[in-house]
């Protein structure tokens, strides 16, 4: 049965050594997150994780949902009363305005507590997750009225929501879907239509589930431009605010898959239920496009979550079981044999993963905070370069880290031997869990071309050139600095393949865009290291600023130990990414349809 | 539900054209085998695996097996009557002598037809393919009596066969086993311990079970040097052939797992079993590892063979699924969006499993071959120096081709988007088998660990340089021929990489063999990568000579783009694995072990 610990005091060193939370104080809502306030959440959080979740997961994956034949979904054992404790925390809200229940703190720190959530139950955490990501939608788009009636209730997480976005026959492709909404007199639709992949559609978790549907007005433009997002409740709520009659949505079946098994993959009919539109006619899109970055923030968390949990237990793993011997000769000759922690290959794993977590760990910590200042600061400058890294950003992040996330989690389990591949001891479920969130929220594939073929680009590359900047300015101002010379130098190539790649694309991909195409991924993992090594930078120059004022301690110093097997190890594979992004589209797209 | 077609005239290009079988007819058997028999065989193979094993798929994952009270087990649906049509056509012995039953046609045939197989059905693959280990075993060292009293049973499949290694405290570490064996009167032992991880331990698909375990005799040393193998029936076997009483052997339990359901995993229990000797006292671990390189390549097809159907469910999906628009403008103006085959990031992906498919077929046939001569050339030199082959490619084609195997199903899963992760289309199902090729057999980790730590410094490196050598002077012949330069120019790098690499290891590992340890994995991989680009050099060579003959046709000229790119895609990779080799073991070895 494997074991999570919370990662409370890397997310403090996080938040107050490497990016100083105390100077964002100036922000609405930040003053009140002072270190000790974090402390406490994050240790809040912590115990909850570890106590409550932790011990459920293996549950849940074995247990897996029931559709009983009346439509309703019933979770596994445990789980209505991990629920109810996840209600009685208020953790749902505690980045939520205050008006409608919240606590206001920054959404960094959600972040923070939900990389505890899923590390502990991914399945679970994701009940509460797209509830968050529903609040979300309704806090920038909805009415006043409609933000009265929902609002509060999903708040406090008596009522969950969901996202419906895909249709069986569209999913990337939503300018194709069709479900359907017809204007009622009194100002409501009828929604009607199927969806598909629908997480935690149907639950007993809650006492009423709030969908935002994607739906076509009747008479809309076909494609993109013709989709309105509505509020479709399962049970319609009265002006009073109490329950009323069951509207007309129901899960038709779900989905027997890979993972996340106890959460419930919906297929959900909607036959006339009524919804109400949230935001504009016909702009649908675009209001689901600017929850989109947060969403996908979140799904990554969900990769370095299970990295994470998945590297604690090879790690007990690896000191505990006994086998073979050391190749320089026995390390613990009084036992029967080594712990195979001692053979290079299983450290080459560990380091592996444990320098991607900490870096992920950071960057979404930092990514997290652009997103507070992006809608919190008051100087519009500092608005819109945070929200130009969050744009920038975002795609990188949730590929890259759901991608290395994901490989983790198999590594991990490698660890284990033929132990790894048996159920009980829970690894491949890590693998399985993981796998899901290279796919949804925009596959990977998706995200690449986000970034290569959208923001790049955008407003003439003024979002890359911050970055590279602000990356460049740091290795320079570094560069004379002993101490720092080890990370910075590595970064300081890799920075360089990740300028020249950006060149190659504008001068190979405007006449030939499939150039971009088929170079897309590469360039979003060598994004992705480029930014992990900056955050590798940025963790060193914290660790020896902290070992000089506490002493050098074994902490600090693994911090350091390992940002160097990063820059050793890692970072050159920007190098082979370059290499395939030169090489072109030629020969991938030299092949006829009909030769596959 | 997933489809599959066996790579029939790819397989018989690569025997014919590509490696000349015809070129062998001295060797005995090989005259047999002529390019009709071959065909014939083939076609059949995949007549079996597609229409009988490929339905069986799902239904075996779906079902598993299922372990009654009585320790009896049975498999799931159709799986009975499937392996008596195996048994009928003949197919465990295709390459043993004559004289026990078998065609005594080349192992490279039976490598091409378990290929089929394993795509068709790997969990059911594994019955057969088990049984043919066991054969090798008692072939190489049983006793003339136990021969004639087990082989002709096992090699029409009436029979099985296990292998029974692995004790819960003991897998890679065979030294630590404890399972006994104490002589009795007879000369037979009594056979007494637990194995676990046993696949095909206990079924219903044949009358008797064949068991070969590795014990300790009462009083033999501590360590590997006192391990014997003993072959345990479970029932006995009277001498006029007809089964006995049961043996004291059964199965404990099966093993809830992450994939390959419909192959029983059991927990074996000898209480007392009534066992005997194969080949001598305490050169039982001798014995196993004269048939690994047989076995390790077993598992090396596994990894393509479910890379292989994976491609090609991917393939089919990606011209079906409509979704989007090409880069450059509609492709498939007609229709309500475009295949996304058109996207360059999915053509990427079907181009690197295939890429890899194709070079790795090749790579398996050839070292087949290579064992088919080091145990049946008549010239000595000719024998050892293909066995040295053999050695040394074992551990590379193993580890390579089971982890790039998992990482193309894993690739080709992400084609289907959200559909891959649900059961029904079967894409999860084939990351899930193909997952446990990684850790069986010696995980991946233990293969670097051989290829680096055995296999290269082994008779002065003989193996090592007899490799480069060929691979480079296949490289300086061709380097003058203008249409094959585009294929052994960068193969001269990835050699280059691969030479320094092993320098780099004598220069640094003799003082220090932790610095081999640390780049045990990459170097399999930079192994791997040249091995691979050495077949695509050889398929070139030989499409070019096809086209020259029989016209230039489309399949020809496809396998010369997919050759271009590997060389431009995927044999770069070799100069960021030398990076990290030669980074060493410092930053990978220097924290403490309580730090992780």
């Given at each position: 049965?494997?074991?999570?610990?919370a990662p409370v005091d890397d997310t403090l060193f996080l938040l107050n050594d490497v990016f100083h939370l105390d100077r964002y104080g100036n922000l609405p809502g930040f003053g009140d997150a002072s270190p000790d306030v974090v402390e406490a959440v994050l240790r809040e959080a912590a115990k909850f994780s570890?106590?409550?979740?932790?011990?459920?997961?293996?549950?849940?994956?074995?247990?897996?949902?029931?559709?009983?034949?009346?439509?309703?979904?019933?979770?596994?054992?445990?789980?209505?009363?991990?629920?109810?404790?996840m209600?009685e925390g208020g953790w749902i809200g505690i980045s939520v305005p205050a008006e409608f229940g919240g606590q206001d703190l920054p959404a960094t720190l959600t972040v923070a507590v939900n990389e505890m959530l899923c590390?502990?139950?991914?399945?679970?955490a994701?009940?509460p997750g797209?509830?968050q990501?529903?609040i979300a939608?309704?806090l920038?788009?909805?009415?006043?009225?409609?933000?009265?009636?929902?609002l509060?209730?999903?708040v406090t997480g008596?009522?969950?929501?969901?996202?419906?976005?895909?249709?069986?026959?569209?999913?990337?492709?939503?300018?194709?879907?069709?479900?359907?909404?017809?204007?009622?007199?009194?100002?409501?639709?009828?929604?009607?239509?199927?969806?598909?992949?629908?997480?935690?559609?149907?639950?007993?978790?809650?006492?009423?589930?709030?969908?935002?549907?994607?739906?076509?007005?009747?008479?809309?433009?076909?494609?993109?431009?013709?989709?309105?997002?509505?509020?479709?409740?399962?049970?319609?709520?009265?002006?009073?605010?109490?329950?009323?009659?069951?509207?007309?949505?129901?899960?038709?079946?779900?989905?027997?898959?890979?993972?996340?098994?106890?959460?419930?993959?919906?297929?959900?009919?909607?036959?006339?239920?009524?919804?109400?539109?949230?935001?504009?006619?016909?702009?649908?899109?675009?209001?689901?496009?600017?929850m989109?970055n947060e969403?996908?923030l979140g799904?990554a968390v969900?990769?370095l979550a299970?990295?994470?949990?998945?590297?604690?237990?090879?790690?007990?793993?690896?000191?505990?079981?006994?086998?073979?011997?050391?190749?320089?000769?026995?390390?613990?000759?009084?036992?029967?044999?080594?712990?195979?922690?001692?053979?290079?290959?299983?450290?080459?794993?560990?380091?592996?993963?444990?320098?991607?977590?900490?870096?992920?760990r950071a960057l979404v910590l930092w990514t997290a905070l652009k997103g507070d200042i992006a809608r919190r600061s008051e100087d519009?400058?500092e608005r819109?370069s945070a929200d130009?890294y969050m744009?920038?950003?975002?795609?990188?992040?949730?590929?890259?880290?759901?991608?290395?996330?994901?490989?983790?989690?198999?590594?991990?389990?490698?660890?284990?031997?033929?132990?790894?591949?048996?159920?009980?001891?829970?690894?491949?479920?890590?693998?399985?869990?993981?796998?899901?969130?290279?796919?949804?929220?925009?596959?990977?594939?998706?995200?690449?071309?986000?970034?290569?073929?959208?923001?790049?680009?955008?407003?003439?590359?003024?979002?890359?050139?911050?970055?590279?900047?602000?990356?460049?300015?740091?290795?320079?101002?570094?560069?004379?600095?002993?101490?720092?010379?080890?990370?910075?130098?590595?970064?300081?190539?890799?920075?360089?393949?990740?300028?020249?790649?950006?060149?190659?694309?504008?001068?190979?991909?405007?006449?030939?865009?499939?150039?971009?195409?088929?170079?897309?991924?590469?360039?979003?993992?060598?994004?992705?290291?480029?930014?992990?090594?900056?955050m590798?930078?940025r963790i060193?120059?914290a660790?020896?600023?902290h070992?000089?004022?506490?002493?050098?301690?074994?902490?600090?110093?693994?911090?350091?130990?390992?940002?160097?097997?990063?820059?050793?190890?890692?970072?050159?594979?920007?190098?082979?990414?370059?290499?395939?992004?030169?090489?072109?589209?030629?020969?991938?797209?030299?092949?006829?349809?009909?030769?596959?």
């Open positions: 049965m494997p074991t999570y610990k570890e106590e409550v979740l932790t011990p459920l997961n293996r549950v849940g994956d074995k247990e897996g949902c029931t559709r009983h034949p009346d439509g309703s979904v019933a979770t596994p054992t445990g789980f209505k009363d991990a629920f109810k404790q209600v590390s502990a139950n991914m399945a679970f994701m009940y797209l509830t990501g529903a939608a309704l920038a788009h909805a009415s006043p009225e409609l933000k009265k009636k929902y509060p209730k999903m008596e009522w969950t929501g969901t996202m419906n976005l895909t249709e069986p026959h569209c999913g990337t492709d939503l300018g194709l879907l069709r479900t359907k909404a017809v204007k009622q007199a009194d100002g409501s639709y009828q929604i009607t239509g199927t969806k598909i992949f629908i997480s935690a559609g149907e639950h007993d978790l809650a006492s009423n589930i709030v969908h935002l549907v994607l739906a076509r007005i009747e008479g809309a433009p076909a494609g993109t431009k013709g989709i309105s997002l509505f509020v479709v409740p399962k049970l319609t709520v009265k002006d009073d605010g109490s329950l009323g009659a069951p509207n007309g949505v129901s899960c038709g079946s779900i989905e027997e898959k890979m993972g996340i098994h106890a959460n419930s993959t919906c297929v959900m009919n909607y036959d006339g239920a009524a919804g109400w539109l949230v935001g504009q006619e016909n702009r649908g899109l675009p209001a689901m496009f600017t989109m969403a996908r799904v969900q990769g299970l990295s994470e949990v998945a590297y604690q237990n090879a790690a007990i793993y690896a000191k505990e079981r006994l086998q073979g011997r050391a190749l320089s000769g026995a390390k613990y000759p009084d036992k029967a044999a080594d712990p195979i922690i001692v053979h290079p290959d299983v450290r080459r794993t560990l380091m592996t993963i444990r320098a991607f977590n900490e870096a992920a519009g400058k819109q130009d744009g920038l950003l975002t795609p990188v992040v949730k590929g890259v880290l759901t991608d290395s996330g994901f490989a983790n989690t198999v590594m991990a389990q490698q660890v284990f031997g033929g132990h790894g591949y048996i159920a009980e001891h829970g690894m491949e479920q890590f693998v399985r869990d993981a796998r899901i969130a290279m796919i949804y929220e925009g596959a990977n594939g998706i995200q690449a071309l986000d970034l290569v073929g959208r923001k790049l680009g955008k407003d003439g590359g003024r979002a890359l050139m911050a970055f590279i900047n602000e990356v460049g300015g740091f290795i320079k101002e570094k560069s004379a600095d002993d101490g720092m010379k080890p990370y910075v130098t590595p970064l300081g190539v890799a920075l360089g393949h990740l300028q020249q790649a950006s060149m190659w694309f504008m001068q190979n991909a405007m006449a030939k865009p499939d150039n971009a195409g088929a170079g897309a991924t590469d360039y979003m993992h060598m994004f992705g290291l480029v930014a992990l090594g900056y590798w930078c060193a120059e660790a020896i600023a070992a000089k004022t506490n002493g050098a301690g074994h902490r600090m110093s693994a911090k350091l130990t390992t940002a160097r097997f990063f820059m050793e190890r890692m970072l050159p594979e920007t190098a082979a990414h370059f290499a395939r992004i030169q090489s072109g589209a030629g020969s991938t797209m030299e092949l006829p349809d009909e030769a596959f």
